[in-house]
């Protein structure tokens, strides 16, 4: 009975858990639960519920649901071409906008979404199908109050306002309009306008404008460049020829100052040589004046001392003179004689040889006189001596004074050679100047006269070429060139021909007719020398037959074909065909 009990209870627990296990798995099958991305409504017994974030039990003939899509959803809308925007100031707007919208996470937008868009929150495309119209609404009406200019300098304004305008028609529908990005903004193609419509009209006239203003513009400034290029080209090229200019000038400008400094230095060394030799020949010439004065000198002094010894010896041989008789007197004489010609043999060398010979006068004519007494002689020498320094001092004096004159000269004569030098160098740079003006017209004739050589060959060989043009013509051509040039030049020969006829005053014609047949033989004679024709052409060609220089002109015209005693014949080789 215990085992019975034991039994049923283990059967009655085991399909009480069956039963849980399977009602377990039917509410695991009816419970829907709702995402982050995916929330639903559930409608049908007891009413609406909104499910986000959680769960509830749907039952498939009690309940419907309703999916809502919670994500953010990127809706690109695109006008352009004839769908273009038109803006304020009517010009045409090509925009590609993209709106990110999303279910308003609350109750009532997700049942409003559910209830006015049902299951297009699942697909993009057919959610932009349903309010497309509204984003091209609000950007058609942001588009009419701007310009096309603040339209792209004012991108953040138009996608502000846009959103503005959009937004309060997207909670209608439970969306809400998260941002909106202006991706694309660019002016309509010009062919896209149509000049029937008063909008694309207006809008094409202030295009058309704007872009050949543009244009005109972009011209200018290009023409103004390609202009200042040329223009800077210009004045580079202008500078490398000024630069190229100067730096030949510069050449030529040193290469005169080089010559300058060169024919400068040389003189300058030429004057350094000459003055190094004066100066030598100046030191040699001071040195023998000093030797000549020492030697002088040394000559004076040996001469002084020389009259001192005669002076001192004359004086010893007076006293002796004095106590001997006339015989040592005589004896002295010749003693002083030999001494006077020993002194006059020194100032033969020396400039002192008129003192000492009258020095020795003056011995002599003492030694004469000695017969009058110690005391006369005594004075006499006394006086001679001072006689002798006086003439030594204005002897000195004046080679003092003849000194000054020597170096007076010398530097005079330096002076000179400076000045002439300095002369001389001025001669030298004058010459040189002259030499290379000289030398430069010389280079512009060698110039100008290449340039002629050059023209002359030129003329040479254009008129070569003319001549040798002219001897390829045929001889119809030459004839013709001929007949040409008579037809030319004829009104002038026929003018100079009867020009002599100026000078006939008047003219008798005397015509006799029956004077027999010599007569008329006679007649018949002149009327064939003078030629055929009327009366008047045989008296003009018998007043051209009486000019002067008759057969030299005949000749040069009869060379060209024309009959010079004939008024007819002149005009008559025109006719015939002329032999070139």
Same mark, same amino acid.
């Given at each position: 009975m215990l085992a019975m009990n034991l039994v049923d209870i283990l059967v009655i627990a085991g399909v009480a858990l069956v039963a849980l296990l399977v009602l377990g798995m039917i509410l695991a099958r009816l419970y829907k639960r709702a995402t982050k991305e995916i929330s639903f409504v559930r409608t049908g017994f007891r009413g609406e519920k909104v499910i986000m974030n959680g769960g509830a039990i749907v039952l498939p003939v009690l309940h419907e649901i309703i999916p809502v899509n919670m994500n953010t959803l990127r809706l690109e809308v695109r006008r352009a071409a004839e769908q273009a925007l038109i803006t304020r100031d009517r010009m045409r707007a090509d925009v590609t906008a993209e709106f990110y919208v999303r279910v308003k996470p609350t109750v009532d937008a997700i049942a409003n979404a559910a209830q006015t868009l049902g299951l297009k929150t699942m697909n993009p495309q057919e959610l932009k199908e349903l309010v497309e119209g509204k984003f091209v609404d609000?950007?058609?009406s942001v588009a009419a109050e701007m310009a096309m200019e603040e339209l792209h300098e004012k991108r953040v304004d138009f996608v502000q306002k846009v959103q503005h305008v959009v937004s309060e028609d997207l909670l209608k529908n439970g969306l809400e309009l998260e941002s909106v990005s202006l991706t694309g903004l660019d002016?309509?193609?010009? &062919?896209?306008?149509?000049?029937?419509n008063a909008f694309d009209a207006e809008g094409l006239t202030k295009l058309t404008q704007a872009i050949e203003s543009r244009r005109k513009i972009r011209n200018d400034i290009e023409q103004e460049t390609d202009l200042a290029i040329k223009t800077k080209n210009l004045e580079a090229e202008r500078a490398k020829l000024q630069i190229s200019r100067e730096e &030949?000038?510069?050449?030529? &400008?040193q290469e005169r100052e080089v010559s300058i400094r060169r024919a400068s230095q040389m003189a300058e060394i030429a004057r350094e040589q000459a003055e190094k030799k004066r100066e030598a020949e100046e030191a040699q010439i001071a040195s023998q004046r000093e030797i000549d004065l020492k030697r002088i000198m040394s000559e004076r002094d040996i001469d002084n001392e020389n009259i001192q010894k005669d002076r001192a010896v004359r004086e010893m041989d007076i006293a002796k003179q004095r106590a001997v008789e006339q015989a040592e007197i005589e004896r002295q004489k010749a003693v002083e004689l030999a001494s006077q010609e020993k002194s006059i043999a020194v100032a033969e060398k020396s400039r002192a040889e008129s003192e000492a010979k009258a020095e020795a006068d003056k011995a002599r004519a003492l030694a004469v006189k000695q017969e009058e007494g110690v005391i006369t002689v005594r004075q006499t020498e006394q006086a001679e001596r001072a006689k002798q320094v006086e003439l030594i001092q204005a002897r000195q004096q004046a080679e003092k004074d003849a000194i000054h004159l020597v170096v007076a000269a010398e530097a005079e004569k330096k002076a000179a050679e400076d000045q002439a030098e300095a002369l001389r160098v001025a001669a030298q740079g004058q010459a040189d100047k002259e030499r290379l003006t000289a030398k430069g017209q010389a280079d512009a004739e060698l110039l100008l006269a290449d340039a002629k050589a050059r023209s002359y060959e030129v003329d040479a060989e254009g008129k070569k070429a003319i001549n040798?043009?002219?001897n390829m013509l045929s001889v119809d051509q030459i004839a013709m060139q001929i007949r040409?040039?008579?037809i030319e030049q004829l009104p002038e020969i026929i003018a100079q021909s009867v020009k002599p006829m100026e000078q006939i005053s008047d003219?008798?014609?005397l015509q006799v007719n029956g004077m027999g047949a010599q007569a008329g033989g006679?007649? &018949?004679t002149a009327a064939t020398e003078g030629g055929n024709g009327s009366l008047a052409d045989q008296v003009v060609n018998s007043a051209l037959r009486y000019r002067a220089q008759a057969p030299i002109l005949d000749s040069l015209l009869s060379e060209i074909g024309l009959k010079a005693g004939d008024i007819n014949g002149m005009t008559e080789a025109l006719k015939a065909p002329l032999k070139p």
């Open positions: 609000a950007l058609r002016q309509t193609a010009f &062919e896209h306008f149509n000049p029937q &030949e000038y510069a050449r030529l &400008e040798a043009a002219a040409l040039a008579l003219i008798k014609i006679n007649g &018949e």
